[in-house]
C-alpha cells in the first residue's frame, strides 16, 4: 500500500535528519513525483527517470524535454541532481540518439546536473557508456548480486567521473526479512 501524506513526510523527514540527501524516483512510478513534490523536497537531489519507451511510440528530443518539464513540475523543483533512462535499451535502441540529445540539452541547459542510465546487468550499463558520455548511472549492487564489482565496471566508471547509484541493496526488502 501507500504510505499517508503524514507519513511520507516523516519519513523524508527523518531521512534528511539521517543525512539522506538523494531521492530516488520515476515519472512510471504512479504519483509519486506528485506525492514528493507535495510533500516539500527542499534539501534533497533528486534523481528522475524518463518512462519506458512502448513500441512504435515517437521519441523526439522535444518529447524528452517536455518529459524532463514535467516531472520538474511534479516534483517543484528548477533543478534535477539527475536524469536516466528507466530501460538501458531504450538509450541503446533507435531512439537512443534523439533521448540523449534531449537529455544533454536539459544538462547544457542547468535542468539536470547528470544524464545517463539505469542498467539491469553490467553489459548493458557499458554499452551504454561506450555510446554515450553519460555521468549518472544506476545498477543493483548487494550481497548477493555483485556482478557491478566483479565486473571491475564500478572501479573504470568511477575513474570517468560516473556517478554511480545502487539499488535494490536489500532485496527490496527481502534481506531485512524474518
Known amino acids: 500500500g501507500k504510505v499517508s501524506d503524514s ?3 516523516s519519513i523524508l523527514h527523518c531521512a534528511h535528519q539521517s543525512g539522506v540527501r538523494t531521492i530516488d524516483t520515476a515519472i512510471a512510478y504512479g504519483n509519486c513525483e506528485s506525492r514528493l513534490g507535495a510533500s516539500g523536497i527542499s534539501g534533497f537531489d533528486v534523481v528522475t527517470k ?3 519507451i512502448e513500441k512504435k511510440q515517437i521519441v523526439s528530443t522535444q518529447w524528452v524535454l517536455d518529459e524532463i518539464s514535467e516531472s520538474r513540475a511534479r516534483l517543484g ?3 534535477l541532481h539527475g536524469v536516466m533512462v528507466h530501460r538501458a ?3 541503446l535502441g533507435p531512439a537512443g540518439a534523439a533521448i540523449f540529445e534531449g537529455m544533454s540539452e536539459a544538462r547544457d541547459a542547468g535542468i539536470a546536473k547528470r544524464i545517463g542510465v ?3 546487468t553490467t553489459a548493458e550499463l557499458m ?3 561506450s555510446r554515450y558520455p553519460i555521468d549518472i548511472a544506476q545498477m543493483p549492487l548487494n550481497i548477493l548480486d555483485r556482478r557491478l564489482i566483479e565486473a571491475g565496471c564500478l572501479d573504470e566508471l568511477e575513474s570517468q567521473g560516473m556517478e554511480i547509484h545502487v539499488r535494490s541493496v536489500f532485496l527490496q526488502g527481502v534481506l531485512l526479512m524474518d
Open 7 to 9: 507519513e511520507l513526510s
Open 50 to 52: 524518463l518512462p519506458a
Open 77 to 79: 523543483c528548477e533543478q
Open 89 to 91: 535499451a531504450d538509450l
Open 118 to 120: 539505469s542498467a539491469y
Open 127 to 129: 554499452e551504454a557508456a
